[in-house]
């Protein structure tokens, strides 16, 4: 078997929003061949597959594959003129102006995949089938990013605030990974169990990489030249699964099943050692007094005689120099991990409906974070804040944040966050009616409790807010030491029918229906720049899930009908979707304190029409 595929998006205004004009949005395209071997690393994304099954005898059958995939895209300015443009943020509102950034992504990939199975019947008390693979991968990956003018202008309620100085990216990585797994299916009488291990090695290197001065701040930002370092730690991760179904009758219509398993996420490019380059794009943060009123940032207007007020993790102002970041990766770090266990019930209802129950519950854990060396929550002092200006509607509470009482330092360890685990616990009813007296239907309904809980070690910054702090809400913020947390948008019910009828005159008809709860909504307040290079934090009102948006419901509707003409078939279709043209409120403004606080950024697309026919011979 032999594949080539081809595939390009092309947008003219990604990411326009509310809060990104038009001037501020990307144009996306394929990479050219100015960054590598068009067709094979640039051009439209060219996907490249081998592959060959082997039929040794009546029970033993192996396939080998081998792929390329030249994975590329481009995030380019909106138009070329705009790259020497500042760009402007209203940090009140988060409006972006004027101009935005460009980024070029290449992150080709290879593999090798080799699986044999193995068919043994009647052995050892039962029916065997093996299984093995052995998968080697690799991932290349650079990315270069470059933000318009080389400076953010920032601006509070109009005034000038502060700049963002910023330098250029240029990051190259390489990962390797190799995993093998092995597992047996065995069937005795009624009983079916499956047992296997995987095994994965994944090391990852950060390549050398040039990166070029900002030209306004060359002492600030100076070129960097990298000349490459692997972190030096390996993941080898054992990943058990065991599963069993019995058939309680004999008959194949009542089964219980459970299953156990441990799964382990999968390492980036550059995930451990790109911690230890500063090949990123990096920036830092000083007060800024826009003298001449121009709205745009000249050198000396930057007071870069105070603290700067926030920065890049691997940036380090006292050796701006340095290719290295001020960080180190700890030796024993572990990989994050998810364990899963499900039990199950179906019963087959008749000759023709099924239904089903199970409970899955997840635990996840050994995360990974950036950790300050020597610091920890007793290195901040808490500051009462009452926002001001707020529009009418808008909820501006009084606040608490926190702030370092001394200079936040640049020393860092990348390691797992301890006190910090997620469990999941989720239930779930299904129904199936297969096609028979011209219907058929699958329905299902699901219900889940997702928490988080933190421990003191797991906090740096207090800024989490009281309301979400350790482990007694349905969230809090993933990050609550970057300053703004991760919003975690998780519904608690989810309803899904889908069913088909077959009308006369071969007309088919069907729809599809999903309801469920709406997502939190996150209302905060943004702080003042925080004292000692704390930056800005999003600090919320609320415990997550207290407010949300409204519950949605769609509806999809397809009618066709086929015509034939001997051994040709045409099928004309209709496709509705959002039949009811529902405008369900999906995204708001989070940010209280702004002229645009709770302002409608996004609602459900409206209805859609679609018109299609099929040929078939």
């Not at 138009?79 to 409006?95: C, H, K, N, S």
């Not at 911690?275 to 800024?288: E, I």
């Amino acid at each position: 078997n032999f594949q080539n595929t081809w595939a390009e998006k092309v947008r003219n205004a990604r990411d326009a929003s509310d809060l990104r004009p038009i001037e501020t949005t990307y144009r996306q395209k394929a990479g050219s061949s100015d960054f590598g071997t068009f067709g094979w690393l640039t051009g439209p994304s060219p996907f490249w597959k081998v592959a060959d099954q082997h039929v040794i005898n009546d029970k033993w059958l192996v396939d080998v594959m081998w792929a390329h995939l030249g994975n590329n895209f481009v995030l380019d300015f909106h138009e070329d003129d705009l790259r020497d443009v500042q760009a402007r943020l209203e940090t009140t509102t988060g409006i972006w102006g004027r101009s935005y950034q460009a980024s070029t992504f290449l992150r080709p990939t290879n593999s090798l995949d080799v699986v044999t199975t193995y068919f043994l019947p009647a052995t050892a008390g039962g029916d065997h089938s093996f299984k093995a693979g052995y998968r080697w991968r690799t991932a290349h990956s650079t990315s270069l990013n470059h933000r318009g003018g080389f400076i953010d202008a920032r601006f509070t309620n109009g005034v000038a605030n502060s700049a963002d100085i910023w330098r250029d990216q240029y990051s190259e990585s390489h990962l390797g990974t190799n995993a093998f797994y092995v597992q047996d299916t065995f069937t005795r009488n009624r009983l079916t169990l499956n047992l296997g291990v995987r095994v994965d090695r994944q090391d990852d290197s950060a390549n050398p990489g040039d990166v070029p001065a900002n030209p306004f701040f060359p002492t600030l930002m100076p070129a960097i030249n990298f000349q490459g370092i692997d972190a030096g730690v390996v993941w080898t991760d054992f990943s058990p699964r065991l599963g069993a179904t019995y058939d309680l009758k004999g008959d194949g219509k009542t089964v219980l099943s459970t299953s156990y398993a441990i799964y382990y996420g999968q390492m980036s490019p550059g995930q451990l050692s790109g911690q230890l380059a500063a090949t990123g794009a990096v920036f830092v943060r000083y007060p800024w007094t826009d003298t001449n009123g121009d709205a745009f940032v000249q050198p000396n207007e930057v007071n870069t005689s105070v603290p700067f007020l926030s920065k890049s993790n691997a940036y380090d102002p006292a050796n701006p120099t340095n290719a290295l970041a001020p960080a180190v990766i700890d030796s024993n770090i572990k990989n994050d991990r998810t364990r899963e266990f499900i039990v199950g019930f179906d019963r087959q209802v008749g000759s023709m409906m099924a239904v089903g129950a199970s409970y899955i519950w997840r635990k996840y854990d050994q995360f990974a974070w950036t950790d300050r060396l020597n610091w920890d929550t007793a290195n901040y002092r808490s500051v009462s804040f009452t926002p001001t200006g707020c529009p009418a509607g808008a909820n501006c509470a009084t606040v608490t944040y926190f702030e370092p009482t001394t200079q936040l330092p640049s020393a860092t360890q990348y390691t797992n966050r301890p006190g910090l685990f997620r469990d999941y616990n989720g239930f779930e009813l299904t129904f199936a009616k297969r096609m028979a007296n011209r219907w058929s239907m699958n329905a299902s309904y699901a219900f889940n409790d997702a928490t988080e809980t933190y421990e003191t070690s797991a906090l740096e910054d207090p800024t989490c807010v009281q309301n979400l702090c350790p482990g007694e809400n349905e969230y809090a913020p993933e990050s609550a030491g970057s300053g703004i947390g991760n919003v975690f948008q998780n519904s608690k019910w989810l309803v899904k029918v889908n069913g088909r009828v077959q009308l006369p005159w071969d007309i088919n008809l069907a729809a599809n229906m999903m309801s469920r709860q709406g997502f939190p909504f996150p209302a905060s307040i943004l702080t003042p720049n925080r004292a000692n290079g704390g930056g800005q934090a999003q600090v919320q009102i609320e415990p997550m899930g207290s407010t949300r948006y409204e519950n949605t419901f769609g509806m999809d509707l397809r009618v066709d009908k086929n015509f034939r003409f001997g051994s040709i078939s045409l099928i004309p279709a209709l496709d509705i979707f959002n039949l009811t043209n529902a405008n369900t409120v999906a995204a708001q403004n989070r940010q209280q304190a702004a002229a645009n606080a709770n302002q409608i950024s996004g609602i459900l697309a409206p209805r859609v029409m679609r018109f299609g026919i099929t040929a078939r011979w």
